[in-house]
């Protein structure tokens, strides 16, 4: 169960998309359907943004996409605000039914 | 209102026991599967346990396995942590979620999260 590797931080301007890679194996992100993302504000709980790798769950904008090549799922922001900034961590599903894995987190920075 | 609401934590000796508690409200909780996941001071967010709905499949973290045990009650609509020989390591915020799959399964959709309860092990 070694993390997903995750970009440390990422920056864009309002406006601008940028997107946050998360990368495993085959034995979790490459192997299942099974990627969520969260964004985490200071201090605050995580909020699930992505599920199913691609699923957006109701009252998330359109401006969140989800996407996933190989052993690769990525998360889009499209139109940056300034409150997207925040931490963004993955989470795949790695096998026998029940174990799972996070990324190390991103800290996203709009300019 | 959906809800979830953590107890339990607090601070203990290396070695000692605690119990955490998760109770729900607001959904039908014996239709999810739940978790824990924690975040140490400053850290990232660790996934700890799964267990389905009905108790069937349950999973740990390797850096839990063996100290740890995730159990439900569905009559009572509650979740909870028995945790064992605690570590420093395990000093964290402990959040408790459900899954987004209303069929029960563990598919790693945390959807509603709890705010946590702090444990610190000194």
């Known amino acids: 169960q070694s993390a997903l590797t995750q970009p440390r931080s990422v920056s864009g301007s309002p406006g601008q998309s940028v997107t946050i890679s998360c990368t495993g194996s085959?034995?979790?992100?490459?192997?299942?359907?099974?990627v969520s993302w969260y964004q985490q504000l200071p201090g605050k709980a995580p909020k699930l943004i992505i599920y199913?790798?691609?699923k957006r769950p109701t009252g998330v904008p359109d401006r969140f996409s989800g996407s996933r090549s190989g052993n690769t799922a990525s998360l889009t922001i499209s139109g940056l605000q300034a409150d997207d900034e925040a931490a963004y961590y993955c989470?795949?599903?790695?096998?026998?039914?029940?174990?799972?894995?996070f990324g190390g987190g991103t800290k996203l920075t709009v300019l | 209102e959906v809800q979830l609401v953590e107890s339990g934590g607090g601070l203990v000796q290396p070695g000692w026991s605690l119990r955490l508690s998760c109770g729900a409200s607001?959904?039908?909780?014996?239709?999810?599967?739940m978790y824990w996941v924690r975040q140490a001071p400053g850290k990232g967010l660790e996934w700890v346990a799964s267990?389905?709905?009905?108790?069937?499949?349950?999973g740990y973290a390797a850096s839990v396995k063996g100290r740890f045990t995730i159990s439900r009650d569905n009559a009572k609509n509650s979740l909870y942590l028995q945790m064992n020989s605690l570590e420093p390591e395990d000093t964290a915020l402990y959040f408790c979620?459900?899954?987004?799959?209303?069929?029960?399964?563990?598919?790693?959709?945390?959807?509603?999260w709890g705010q946590g309860t702090p444990v610190t092990v000194s």
């Open positions: 199913d790798v691609t």
């Open positions: 607001g959904f039908t909780f014996h239709n999810f599967a």
């Open positions: 979620a459900k899954d987004v799959d209303r069929y029960g399964q563990i598919n790693f959709g945390l959807d509603v």
């Open positions: 085959n034995n979790d992100v490459g192997g299942y359907h099974y």
């Open positions: 989470l795949s599903y790695a096998g026998n039914y029940t174990l799972g894995v």
């Open positions: 267990v389905s709905w009905n108790s069937a499949f349950i």
